[in-house]
């Protein structure tokens, strides 16, 4: 069965860096796109952006760029989020979630990780 | 401000019929489908209705979608205690080049 499994809960300070894995089973990893959502505490969902596991390429999200780095290794079918220069608003769950797009359309974010706590405080 | 608006909280009692509204614009739900997820308390979001009215395998028939114009909504009949959670409706924008979603609606069963 397909399952995404996320790395366990961060607690950083401010100007830190966090990589937030996500691991992915039961699918071929490069047939569906790897989609990062954030969201903030008692906040609604905010899609980040994603990267496209065949050709490597990242898109951004406004709000989503320079700090916020998408990578993954084929070899261990694992995607990354990378955050640097953390903030206090960095604080949020971080979700990772496959979708399909081809032919001009995207399937719906099908499959969904348990979500990953990153937390900025000093 | 979410560019899809829906209702910050619904409920209802067991057994009733109630309705979430998500509205849109002619960017969004008018020309792009609509998927629905459910959050319950504490867990990931689950995909709910996908392509306006379709439900995964696994979804119980008591969950439907419909769109009409620049609304969605998604229905519960024979509302359980176990559907109380948070429901977000999302859309692909054309003006924004973006994945867009409501605020969410927390649905409290009575």
């Known amino acids: 069965q397909v399952q995404l499994v996320q790395s366990g809960s961060e607690l950083k300070k401010p100007g830190a860096s966090v990589k937030v894995s996500c691991k992915a089973s039961g699918y071929t990893f490069t047939n569906y796109g790897m989609n990062w959502l954030r969201q903030a505490p008692g906040q609604g969902l905010e899609l980040m952006g994603w990267?496209?596991?065949?050709?490597?390429?990242?898109t951004y999200a406004q709000g989503f760029t320079g700090r916020f780095v998408f990578s993954f290794d084929t070899s261990v079918s694992t995607a990354y989020l990378q955050i640097s220069s953390l903030e206090a608003e960095d604080t949020a769950v971080y979700y990772c979630?496959?979708?399909?797009?081809?032919?001009?359309?995207?399937?719906?974010?099908?499959?969904w990780g348990q979500g990953t706590l990153v937390t900025v405080s000093s | 401000q979410s560019v899809l608006t829906q209702p910050p909280s619904a409920s209802g009692t067991p057994g009733q019929r109630v309705t979430i509204s998500c509205s849109g614009s002619?960017?969004?739900?008018?020309?792009?489908?609509v998927n629905w997820y459910q959050q319950l308390p504490g867990t990931a979001p689950r995909l709910l209705i996908y392509?306006?009215?379709q439900r995964p395998s696994g979804v119980p028939d008591r969950f439907s979608g419909s769109k009409s114009g620049t609304s969605a909504s998604l229905a519960i009949s024979g509302l359980q205690s176990e559907d109380e959670a948070d429901y977000y409706c999302?859309?692909?924008?054309?003006?924004?080049?973006?994945?867009?979603f409501g605020g969410g609606t927390k649905l409290t069963v009575l």
């Open positions: 990267i496209n596991t065949n050709t490597g390429t990242p």
């Open positions: 999302g859309a692909w924008d054309d003006g924004l080049n973006a994945w867009v």
């Open positions: 392509s306006n009215n």
């Open positions: 002619s960017s969004n739900i008018a020309s792009n489908i």
């Open positions: 979630a496959r979708r399909y797009c081809g032919g001009g359309s995207c399937s719906p974010f099908d499959y």
